[in-house]
């Protein structure tokens, strides 16, 4: 969607990195992986701002791991998501640190993903945590265990959370929890749900330390070139990539226009328009599914292990009622209560969305100047879509038009079921498309699925404190 022109692609890089997951030097490893200017010097104000991220990083956590190498290609939202991970992992708050590394491990288990449980489970050690607890779920205290059901649904169905599941974890008793506790946890269950989408849906590997080490679908190439001329298509495959392109940059012509010259669509065609993008999603399923066998030192986290993503709305059953947007917003409401019990994070949780949402190079694949703020919020919109999650003042006739089937196909299968995802779905859609940008929409990814979800986690402590 928009890029800088120094990025490269979503890979690992495991030839530039010492077996230590990048411990040699954090910073000449990203250079090699950002690329350079003809000159051999990043592009001005990039260079600086990264370096000192990557330090900062590298001094924290004695590594700079793939994930963050990855979201590296964007800078900026990269300060943001890594001071806010460093607040819910590292600094002061209502749980222990070896319990916030534990329930990372459960919501990273539930999408079977294998790397950040792996990377949490030495973090626990790190802090001090009990070994044994790392023999499986069956082995943690009861009070840890209790989350297992909220884990579930959060990473699956959230909109089946009621007041009820957040009663029972907060009543009275040997192992109850406080609500500070509990909104710490909801966060932390969130990220981690979200941030294995990212993991998966770029094809990040885990380090060459840790084990399973090779687990992901290859790395991609070593340019910011498009998939199309990674796969090395034939002259009409490339031509038909370009098109794509083309096609898209006259559809967002054409929204615009009809924006500026109609008064505006009726509520009741509004309404309409989305229960059709939302009966349409049921029919977006990926053809060819990633085979991830649960290993067993995922399997050992994770207890109902068929349990998963349902299509918010299925033919012939009862659906649950469309979440209204302006009914329970994030600015309103979840960002207040979030704040109010858990302080700082609402804040840095609120710079996360708005960087992603706003963040743009104003580019797509090789044209520059473009207001792109119609596909991203496209893009986010679909995401929330799938989640039963409606803004009434939003046309979702602009999703049809601008977002193809095979990114609806990736967008779905990456938010919704993660593990699924292979190769294949990330070069069909946007061809022409460079590597940097499909980053860009899986951060776009990352944060509509992580606030949809605590919109209906929030919304449920909301009901039962009122």
């Excluded at 967002?252 to 989305?274: D, I, N, P, W, Y």
Aim: include cysteine.
């Amino acid at each position: 969607m928009e890029t800088p022109h120094h990025t490269q692609p979503p890979g690992t890089g495991r030839e530039e990195m010492g077996s230590g997951g990048c411990r040699r030097c954090p910073y000449r490893a990203a250079r090699r992986r950002l690329g350079t200017t003809s000159d051999g010097i990043l592009q001005e104000g990039v260079e600086s701002s990264l370096r000192q991220l990557l330090i900062e990083a590298f001094v924290s956590a004695g590594r700079v791991d793939n994930i963050t190498m990855v979201m590296g290609l964007h800078p900026q939202y990269l300060s943001s998501f890594w001071k806010t991970q460093y607040l819910l992992l590292r600094m002061d708050g209502p749980l222990p640190y070896h319990k916030r590394h534990y329930i990372a491990i459960m919501a990273a288990a539930r999408h079977q993903c294998s790397y950040l449980v792996g990377l949490h489970m030495e973090e626990f050690l790190r802090v001090g945590g009990n070994p044994a607890w790392l023999q499986g779920l069956h082995c943690a205290p009861q009070k840890l265990r209790n989350l297992n059901e909220i884990n579930k649904l959060l990473a699956h169905r959230p909109w089946l959370i009621t007041k009820e599941h957040i009663k029972a974890l907060l009543k009275t008793g040997e192992n109850s929890w406080s609500l500070a506790e509990l909104v710490q946890a909801l966060v932390l269950l969130t990220h981690y749900h979200s941030l294995a989408s990212f993991v998966f849906g770029c094809g990040i590997n885990p380090e060459e330390d840790q084990d399973g080490g090779h687990g992901c679908w290859p790395p991609s190439p070593h340019s910011d070139s498009s998939p199309a001329s990674d796969d090395s298509m034939g002259g009409s495959g490339g031509k038909d990539a370009m098109q794509e392109v083309e096609v898209l940059m006259e559809r967002m012509k054409l929204l615009q226009e009809s924006q500026l010259e109609e008064e505006g669509v009726t509520q009741e065609e509004m309404a309409t328009r989305f229960e059709l993008e939302k009966t349409e999603s049921l029919l977006v399923t990926p053809s060819d599914i990633a085979d991830h066998s649960l290993q067993s030192n995922v399997l050992c986290f994770v207890e109902d292990p068929e349990f998963s993503y349902k299509d918010f709305t299925r033919r012939g059953e009862q659906a649950p009622p469309t979440f209204h947007a302006q009914d329970y917003t994030w600015e309103d409401h979840g960002y207040s209560l979030i704040n109010r019990l858990y302080p700082d994070v609402g804040q840095l949780l609120d710079e996360k969305f708005q960087v992603v949402y706003n963040l743009t190079y104003n580019t797509i694949a090789m044209h520059c100047g473009v207001d792109t703020s119609m596909l991203r919020r496209a893009i986010w919109n679909y995401v929330h879509c799938v989640f039963g999650i409606r803004y009434d003042d939003y046309d979702y006739g602009e999703v049809n038009q601008l977002l193809e089937r095979s990114l609806k196909v990736y967008i779905k299968t990456v938010a919704c079921y993660p593990e699924k995802t292979t190769k294949r779905m990330y070069t069909q859609f946007w061809r022409h498309f460079k590597h940097s940008e499909k980053v860009h929409i899986n951060l776009l990814l990352l944060e509509a699925r992580m606030q949809a979800a605590l919109l209906y986690a929030l919304r449920a402590v909301t009901r039962y404190m009122t």
